[in-house]
């Protein structure tokens, strides 16, 4: 084992007197981990203080302006050289940041009058979640999650990361989420860490949670962390927002586990992806439900990580996610596509409740999100699913042998029903 850098070990005691709770939860990356007080550092120093010539920056400038390609800028012209073509900070635009702060406690009652971090930004949600498997994961740690999950979970944490993922199942036979099912998985756990993830709307069925069922959640998780247990909720809202029923949660449940019990450390990844509608653009956010005081030294590490793969996100993209959101008409076009997709996503659930094809499928309950999932009561579905491709020139992908996802996210609402229809068709030939 290598010996801690000095810079790591002056990071890990801050760490450990200001949140011991975090530092029993660091991998053996995460104590090691440190960003270097080198180049980036007095390139920072010599941004405040060098008044007359800035010889630091690894940029070209030409009368002192950020040099670049009139052919590049002339497709964004409103913008300026420096926020399309400069290094955006390694923690992310600064104004961005805060922003997204803003749009967190507007979105989120909860979140209202809480302590929470300043969000990260990272280079979209999959690398926050790589992030914190690097700063919190050892190989044989165990995580917690559903028997139902977006794949790349796996990928990051179990291949990548050698978790120990243990599953419980999503829905109880009542087609709710399972808080039995919860209970039980986090009662077999003996160890004194635990990791757990968290997917609300969920995908792949786009399953919300009521009030009810969250507090529920927040509860199970308190009294596991009652045993002295160090526990890391991962908070995925990819789709925050997208809710289309009144009766489940408008919110995340991050706000509803943020100082919860001292040892639940909630951290929660969303982004611009899907709630700007930019999903191209790259911009993820870290959120973690800690005061800026027990941040410092938990930015320092996740500096250093970002520093050692992406550097940071692109400068371009966190402006132009910035620029929409200060926009008059921004909460006016967030509105009018939200509509367009809960329209697509009641006359999913109109159409596939049919009686026509009860014989064929149930529906896992589906109030938000993109996606809404079939249990096929016969047929295989991914010989469905070929034939749906191959034969009809439809995509859809299949989960299981039984399930099979639909994104009507890019469906237009006059295709919903023939779609189906179609899927329906191709389930009775099998």
Not at 220 to 247: K, N, P, Q
């Amino acid at each position: 084992m290598q010996d801690l850098n000095p810079l790591a070990i002056e990071l890990n005691e801050q760490i450990r007197s200001t949140v011991p709770e975090v530092y029993k939860l660091l991998s053996e990356l995460g104590k090691r981990i440190y960003l270097p007080k080198g180049i980036l550092s007095q390139s920072a120093e010599a941004n405040a203080k060098a008044d007359r010539f800035n010889a630091t920056r690894a940029v070209a400038l030409e009368n002192n302006e950020i040099m670049h390609l009139d052919v590049s800028h002339q497709l964004v012209p409103e913008l300026s050289p420096e926020s399309i073509f400069g290094y955006a900070p390694i923690l992310g635009n600064s104004e961005l940041r805060e922003m997204w702060q803003t749009h967190l406690r507007t979105e989120n009652p909860l979140l209202a009058e809480a302590t929470f971090s300043l969000p990260i930004v990272t280079n979209g949600m999959t690398h926050g979640f790589s992030l914190l498997a690097d700063l919190f994961v050892n190989k044989g740690d165990t995580l917690i999650l559903p028997d139902k999950i977006w794949g790349n979970y796996r990928l990051i944490f179990q291949t990548k990361a050698g978790t120990d993922v243990q599953t419980y199942p999503f829905f109880n036979t009542e087609k709710s989420f399972d808080l039995i099912g919860f209970n039980k998985a986090l009662s077999k756990i003996s160890a004194d860490k635990l990791l757990i993830l968290l997917n609300f709307p969920h995908n792949p069925t786009g399953y919300a949670v009521t009030r009810t069922e969250a507090q529920q959640i927040s509860d199970a998780l308190v009294a596991c962390a009652d045993t002295g247990r160090s526990i890391l909720v991962m908070v995925d809202d990819a789709y925050a927002g997208f809710w289309y029923d009144a009766e489940v949660m408008q919110e995340s449940i991050f706000g509803m586990l943020v100082g919860c019990h001292p040892n639940v450390i909630p951290v929660k990844i969303d982004g611009a992806t899907k709630e700007e509608y930019a999903w191209g653009l790259r911009v993820g956010f870290l959120t973690f439900g800690l005061p800026d005081k027990a941040m410092q030294a938990i930015e320092g590490k996740l500096s250093g990580l970002i520093r050692t793969d992406t550097s940071g996100a692109a400068q371009i993209s966190q402006t132009l996610i910035l620029e929409a959101m200060k926009a008059p008409d921004y909460t006016e076009q967030k509105q009018h596509n939200y509509e367009i997709l809960k329209a697509r996503a009641l006359k999913v659930r109109q159409v596939t409740a049919d009686v026509r094809h009860a014989n064929l499928w149930d529906v896992y309950p589906n109030h938000a999100g993109y996606f809404i999932c079939l249990c096929l009561k016969s047929g295989n579905a991914e010989k469905v699913r070929q034939t749906l491709l191959d034969e009809h020139g439809i995509g859809t992908i299949a989960l299981s042998n039984t399930e099979l996802r639909v994104a009507y996210s890019c469906l237009e609402e006059a295709d919903i029903e023939d779609v189906f229809s179609v899927i329906a068709q191709v389930i009775r030939s099998q």
